[in-house]
């Protein structure tokens, strides 16, 4: 297991953006990450400043 993983498993990874697709640009590739090596890991990210349009969008990314 790399070194930056930790060794117990992670239950919740809470993401903080301040705004629409922060958290997507700026750390997407790690949350993939962490979701294959902890697959019942629940996420939760939340953003600061967005508009219901740009909710619906994400949902849909979500959802596939």
């Known amino acids: 297991m ?17 705004h629409a697709d922060d ?8 949350m993939h990450h962490l979701q ?3 697959p019942e890991a629940e996420f939760l990210w939340v953003v600061f400043t967005a508009n219901s ?7 849909a990314k979500v959802a596939g």
């Open 2 to 18: 790399p070194a930056f993983l930790p060794a117990a498993p992670l239950r919740r990874i809470l993401l903080l953006g301040a």
């Open 23 to 30: 958290i997507e640009i700026g750390c997407g590739g790690t």
């Open 36 to 38: 294959r090596h902890y």
């Open 53 to 59: 349009a740009r909710e619906e969008e994400a949902a």
